[in-house]
């Protein structure tokens, strides 16, 4: 087995480690193989990801080891490699890779990351949006014909109000439907508008299409509106899919859904593919980025009519006016009123972490005068070599007017700093 084979892609020479080590054991595809895959692509597969902060999901020892999602861009990178800097829900922020050409899918197949997510952002701005993403997720009881009936609904909604959808594979069972639209709304808006379509998909067809976000009152496929919020991804035109026959979310042509097959589509089959038809996902950075104005008038009348926010992923704030964030079977009548928690820092030790507590205090004075014996908490955290310090304040005994909001934290610890993988598997 070879250490290493060296490439040019672009004008830039790559190093392939390992480059005969399995990832897709079924068909014997090796990291060379993924590596020139994407370089072959690439042209298309930049559509999906070029500029965007992106996602890698890595694959070390193959399809059948273990996987980890790496947000921040490893450390040691070449120098060329571009990056764009995020903000998760959380407050916290990450330099991610936003590959610019094929040299840049070359050096991530290289990580063995299989998995291409970027965010719906370009580096230049990463707080506006310029996709809008629908998500078919079929549930158990669904089968792909439903699955391929509610993308036509979708692109119906989506044609009454002036958009223009792009459809693909997700590369397993689903389909992704992308909408190119102007950067000038900020994630909320988006996810409002995502939701508008969503429940407008589920009226014209109820039967088989749901915006139900807890999985015990889906049927069908759900339109996952969540998908347009800040820090959610999907798998991007023409990545591959860790799965055992290395399939593609392929770009179609509205005219392939109602036939499309999505085992047609593999790391095998899809060059051949895009040299004789070309790419059907083309188009999307050639139209005139659309409005959301008439989703956004929809969703007004949704709420005129009293249908409330839908619920949030888990990592989010609780939002205004959404809904109670448990699943229906668990809610009780008289739920307990739960703790004015915030959090105050994160820090490698003690002293440093009350400290924070103290700046906190010295700023909010009023409030700090309320808090009782035992309105402190103070824990220590396992992290990864050591224990680390968090401490948080209950603000039960601070009348609710004067209660601080969460604000960034006083000392902003991460004790996984740096773990990000083995460099090159």
Request: negative net charge; contains cysteine.
């Amino acid at each position: 087995m070879a250490d290493a084979e060296v490439i040019e892609v672009d004008g830039r020479e790559i190093r392939v480690s390992n480059p005969d080590k399995v990832l897709f054991p079924a068909l014997g595809v090796t990291k060379l193989d993924l590596v020139r895959y994407y370089v072959d692509v690439a042209e298309a597969a930049l559509v999906g990801v070029r500029d965007r902060p992106t996602i890698m999901v890595r694959f070390p020892n193959g399809i059948e080891g273990d996987h980890f999602y790496q947000k921040r861009v490893p450390r040691g990178r070449p120098e060329w490699i571009q990056t764009a800097r995020i903000t998760f829900p959380s407050g916290r922020s990450a330099e991610m890779i936003a590959p610019a050409d094929a040299a840049h899918l070359a050096w991530m197949a290289n990580l063995a990351c299989i998995e291409l997510h970027p965010w719906p952002v370009r580096r230049g701005d990463v707080d506006h949006p310029d996709e809008l993403r629908i998500d078919l997720d079929p549930t158990p009881d669904a089968s792909w014909d439903d699955t391929r009936t509610v993308a036509l609904v979708a692109r119906a909604v989506l044609e009454d109000h002036g958009l223009t959808g792009f459809p693909k594979t997700s590369g397993k069972r689903g389909i992704h439907v992308l909408v190119r639209i102007a950067p000038r709304y900020e994630f909320p808006t988006v996810r409002r508008a995502a939701l508008a379509l969503a429940r407008e998909v589920e009226r014209r067809a109820p039967e088989i299409a749901t915006s139900a976000w807890w999985k015990e009152e889906r049927h069908g496929v759900f339109v996952d509106y969540n998908q347009n919020a800040r820090d959610r991804t999907t798998a991007s035109a023409y990545s591959v899919r860790p799965v055992s026959d290395a399939r593609v979310s392929m770009p179609l042509e509205w005219s392939e859904v109602p036939d499309a097959d999505p085992a047609a589509f593999t790391i095998l089959t899809v060059r051949e593919r895009l040299g004789e038809r070309g790419d059907p996902g083309a188009g999307l950075d050639e139209i005139e980025p659309a409005t959301l104005d008439s989703l956004l008038e929809l969703a007004d009348r949704d709420e005129a009519s009293g249908l409330d926010d839908a619920p949030w992923p888990p990592h989010f704030p609780k939002q205004a006016g959404e809904p109670p964030r448990v699943q229906p079977s668990r809610r009780r009548r008289r739920p307990r009123a739960k703790a004015p928690l915030i959090e105050i820092a994160r820090a490698a030790t003690e002293p440093e972490a009350r400290e924070g507590l103290e700046r906190w205090m010295e700023r909010h004075s009023d409030a700090a005068g309320h808090l009782r014996p035992g309105d402190v908490l103070v824990d220590s955290m396992r992290g990864r070599f050591r224990t680390w310090t968090r401490i948080r304040v209950n603000l039960r005994n601070v009348p609710e007017a004067e209660r601080p909001p969460q604000e960034p934290l006083e000392v902003d610890y991460d004790p996984w700093e740096g773990l990000e993988g083995p460099e090159e598997p």
